[in-house]
């Protein structure tokens, strides 16, 4: 039997989303069995699924210790990088400007070395975070950008802003915006786009539609040209929806693919200019609660801005 003391981080989530984190060992089947046959309780008392735990509370858990995970020695995110560009930072977030290379997130072709990873072991070192003092929560990227388009990526730090900012993301409460170089001369100076966009998962790439299609997503795309001159336009854009290559394949649709972007432009256009890759930038980021955000109502109405953008001032001196 092993006992576990529900801390912040771990309130105001189901039991059963607990145990999965806590005892990730522990099958599915055996989890709802242990619960309903009273091998796990709450308070010393029977518990269901869907209560919700709160701080303080103690968990028991009468099962089998093979399915409880010995706390490493040595943990993976040790061994990223301590390259960590940070914009900014409090008790609750801390924004990072990630470059382009870097994923976000683990996949099945990188682990270690990830933007997650890095901040996890800065806060780790400076003595913010600790594996061994949670049990469930690990600090998590509230939003996430493409490994080729660089930018601010928010972290939250615990769980409630964790919970706060998904939501406010969902809500539309917190702007984001983009700064690219298309290929064309844009005629207007301010637009909106409107599509729908399906995405292949397979080949990891996305098409836009101008009418609803089958399976494919509502998408809305804000546009403003910044500047332009021969071939080549600057743009602002903001993100009304947030899907899979949404600036870049939409862009792409209208005939303005991004500069350097293979994928959804063409390769004859980009070796002009020697870009392999796209220039984006997610270059700002602006809090606009409508309702309340509780710990993080402190940034109600804050902007953070990244200001040296290698590509914006490359246009402007006529370096590309």
């Known amino acids: 039997m092993k006992t576990f003391k529900v ?24 989890l709802y069995k242990y619960i309903r046959t009273k091998r796990i309780k709450v308070n010393g008392k029977k518990a269901d699924i869907s209560t919700r735990l709160e701080e303080d509370d103690i968990v028991d858990m009468y099962i089998n210790d093979e399915f409880f995970q010995t706390s490493p020695e040595y943990f993976d995110f040790l ?11 409090d008790e609750n977030i801390l924004l990072a400007d990630k470059p382009a290379g870097l994923l976000s997130h683990p996949d099945d072709k990188e682990y ?5 990873s890095r901040i996890i072991r800065y806060l780790y070192e400076k003595g913010e975070f600790n594996p061994k003092n949670e049990n469930s929560f690990t600090p998590s990227l509230a939003n996430r950008i493409d490994r080729n388009t660089s930018g601010i990526v ?5 769980a409630e802003s964790l919970r706060i900012l998904n939501q406010k993301i969902k809500d539309r409460e917190i702007h984001k915006y983009y700064l690219t170089i298309v290929h064309g001369e844009i005629k207007e100076k301010d637009f ?20 609803p299609h089958e399976d494919a997503k509502y998408i809305k795309t804000k546009c403003k040209l910044i500047a ?37 432009g063409k390769n004859e256009q980009n070796k002009k200019y020697g870009y392999k890759k796209q220039l984006l930038y997610s270059y700002k980021l602006k809090f606009d609660f409508e309702t309340d955000a509780g710990i993080l109502n402190y940034l109600n109405n804050k902007t ?10 490359a246009f402007f001196k006529n370096e590309l």
Do not use: C
């Open 304 to 313: 953070f801005e990244v200001k040296d953008i290698w590509f914006r001032d």
């Open 79 to 89: 061994k990223a990088s301590k390259n960590l560009n940070i914009i900014y930072e």
């Open 154 to 158: 928010i972290t939250a730090k615990n």
């Open 112 to 116: 270690v070395d990830t933007l997650i």
């Open 7 to 30: 801390n912040k981080n771990d309130s105001n989530q189901r039991l059963d989303k607990f145990i999965s984190k806590t005892v990730p060992l522990l099958p599915q089947s055996l």
């Open 192 to 211: 909106t786009l409107e599509a729908y966009l399906y995405k292949n998962e397979d080949k990891n790439q996305v098409k836009v539609y101008k009418k």
């Open 228 to 264: 332009k001159k021969k071939d080549l336009s600057l743009m602002e854009i903001e993100l009304l929806t947030g899907r899979t290559h949404q600036i870049r394949a939409h862009l792409a649709s209208i005939g303005h693919p991004l500069l350097g972007d293979g994928k959804y």
